[in-house]
């Protein structure tokens, strides 16, 4: 037997091409945002670049179409099939942040590495799978889809100083451009040891920064201590224009913040 179904978008659209996969089997919607798959006890799982997937477990399904019970027969493809309504399944859409990063000369930079983080939760540190990408050879990127609201963008390549934006993204906005200019800068080498001249990986790092004669700072996160306790970064050059004032901050768990000036 075969399960029917369609795929909706949160507005009650259909969605066509989104990918439907139950057990081994996968099909794609239609204009309609239809589908039809052989039945089977697995996960139903439903996919679409622009939207965020869904999985659909047998008991989730029977209980959205509403079968008849056949308690004589266990099989949970069985039990579904009691209903002949087609499945619906509403996708709930994503946005994507999107652009090119360029250095002071509007020369493409690849290679860097850029993260995603909900401005509300800070920036994640640990850098959740996925949540990380890496602009290619025009310096482009693009993001994972993303839930609407602000995020923290952190740029960071080993040639270039730290860069972090705060974007937004709105509702029913499909994407975001967001282009970025990397700037040069002094090598920036920091390796954290222990009591025991241990290497202290995984401590967080940031750098402030102020221009002499001003209070406000500028705080840039450079990263995380390799398994060596190295952590190499870029800072801004002092200039004729104003003498820079840098402090490194580290952060480590079982270990008091230090702030240290470089």
């Known amino acids: 037997s075969y399960l029917h179904g369609q795929v909706l978008n949160s507005g009650g659209d259909p969605v066509f091409g989104a990918r439907v996969r139950l057990g081994n089997r996968s099909v794609k919607t239609n204009s309609q945002g239809e589908f039809t798959i052989p039945r089977g006890t697995d996960e139903l799982v439903v996919e679409h670049p622009d939207y965020f997937g869904r999985e659909v477990t047998a008991a989730e399904r029977r209980a959205l179409l509403d079968p008849i019970p056949n ?16 499945l619906r399944i509403v996708l ?11 250095d002071e000369r509007d020369a493409p930079i690849s290679g860097v590495n850029i993260q995603f983080s909900p401005v509300e939760g800070g920036i994640d540190l640990a850098a959740r799978p996925g949540s990380v990408v890496r602009s290619i050879g025009d310096g482009s990127y693009e993001s994972p889809l993303l839930h609407p ?4 963008v952190l740029f960071r390549h080993p040639n270039f100083q730290p860069r972090t934006d705060v974007v937004t993204v709105s509702p029913r906005q ?24 241990e290497p202290l990986a995984d401590a967080r790092v940031w750098l402030d920064r102020r221009r002499e004669g001003e209070s406000a700072e500028e705080t840039l996160f450079l990263g995380v201590t390799d398994e060596l306790g190295q952590l190499h970064a870029r800072r801004e050059s002092n200039s004729p224009g104003g003498f820079v004032l840098h402090f490194v901050r580290i952060d480590l768990a079982g270990y008091r913040e230090v ?3 470089v």
């Open 149 to 152: 609201g602000a995020y923290h």
């Open 259 to 261: 702030r240290r000036a």
């Open 174 to 197: 499909a994407a975001v451009v967001f282009d970025a200019t990397l700037a040069p800068g002094e090598k920036l080498q920091l390796t954290l040891r222990g009591s025991k001249d």
């Open 71 to 86: 308690r004589d027969d266990p099989d949970d493809s069985v039990a579904e099939g009691a209903s002949t309504r087609p």
């Open 92 to 102: 709930f859409p994503g946005s994507r942040i999107r652009g090119q990063i360029h």
